[in-house]
C-alpha cells in the first residue's frame, strides 16, 4: 500500500508562498494520478489540483494561476507550489493518491495565510 506524508506547511503573510510536499513511503509510479485537496474549518474538503501519470494537471478555479502541482516519481514525490496566498487558503492541505478503485490519503498539514 501507499503512505503519504505531507510536509511544508505553516503560517505566511497574504501574497506569500509556500511549497508543500508530500512523500510517499511506497512508490507511486506512473501508474497513480496524484492530487491536493484542502479543507477548512466548517468546510467540505475540495479538490485544489491534481496531475495525472502522464503529467497532465487539473487546477481548481479558486487557485487557477495561483497554485502550481508537479510531481518527481523517482523521488515519489508530489509538490503544490502556492503563490499570492490569500487567507482564504488557509485550511489543512491533504495529499492523495488514486488507482483505478484505490485511493490513499496522507494526514494533512496545515497552511495558514494571516498577517
Known amino acids: 500500500q501507499v503512505q503519504l506524508v505531507e510536509s511544508g506547511g505553516g503560517l505566511v503573510q497574504p501574497g506569500g508562498s509556500l511549497r508543500l510536499s508530500c512523500a510517499a513511503s511506497?512508490?507511486?509510479?506512473?501508474?497513480?494520478?496524484m492530487g491536493w485537496y484542502r479543507q477548512a474549518p466548517g468546510n467540505q474538503r475540495e479538490l485544489v489540483a491534481t496531475?495525472?501519470?502522464?503529467?497532465?494537471?487539473n487546477t481548481a478555479d479558486s487557485v487557477w494561476g495561483r497554485f502550481t502541482i508537479s510531481r518527481d516519481n523517482a523521488k515519489n514525490t508530489v509538490y503544490l507550489q502556492m503563490n499570492s496566498l490569500k487567507p482564504e487558503d488557509t485550511a489543512v492541505y491533504f495529499c492523495?493518491?488514486?488507482?483505478?478503485?484505490?485511493?490513499?490519503w496522507g494526514q494533512g498539514t496545515q497552511v495558514t495565510v494571516s498577517s
Open positions: 492523495s493518491a488514486h488507482r483505478g478503485r484505490l485511493d490513499y
Open positions: 511506497g512508490s507511486i509510479s506512473n501508474m497513480y494520478t
Open positions: 496531475i495525472t501519470s502522464g503529467g497532465s494537471t
